[in-house]
């Protein structure tokens, strides 16, 4: 298979698919292709008919795009991974969840973009985006009590990735957040497949200027 995505230090979208694959050593060859370029969206179109990524173009060719659709074709490639909880009603909440990660956050994603290499304690804490933190401690703390840990339906899963990407906005913006999320958040940092995503995001050097607060 091959997973089309773009930068490491940018791309929340890509991180997901890449991320699960990488967690359950499933084999992919890898696209990179850098936002914002003069050739970005015909790179990009040369895959996915979206003109978006991530994009997983599986063996037989066939082109799945959106990180969710991705995760679900995953999910039935590869049943003898746990890509959603088994419990099914687990399945069903984690699938919730993730829906609403998928949908939701918009002001979060517009105050703290992610920016894997950025440093910047404090920047972007907007009421709404605050707003959308809590929400997202509160998905956490339910979620892990509700199953004991130690991701938030025991095991890694679909909806661990999904909100992967939120775990790095929360490392580099560092809003307030409750001791069970903070600690969520720094299992989630320390997992193999996220942080190969993190130290390969730190050694680019390309630059996405209105991704830079």
Known sequence: MRL?????????????PWVLLTHFDIP??????????PGTKAAILAHSASGKVPCLVTDDGLAVWDSLAIAETIAELYPQHA???????ARARARSV??????????????MPMNIRASKPGAGATPDALADISRIDEIWRDCLAACG??????????????????????????????DEASAYAERVSALPAVAAWIDAARRETHVVPHDEI
């Open 83 to 89: 890509v959603w909880p088994r419990d099914a009603k």
């Open 149 to 178: 840990g130690p991701f938030l339906f025991g095991e890694f899963s679909a909806a661990d990735a999904m909100y992967a990407p939120v775990v790095m906005r929360f490392n580099s913006y560092r809003p307030g957040l409750s």
């Open 98 to 111: 993730s829906a609403e990660m998928h949908s939701g956050f918009g002001a979060l994603r517009n105050a």
């Open 28 to 37: 992919f060859d890898e696209t990179l292709i850098e936002l914002d370029e």
């Open 4 to 16: 089309v995505i773009a930068d490491k230090n940018y791309s929340s979208w890509s991180m997901r």
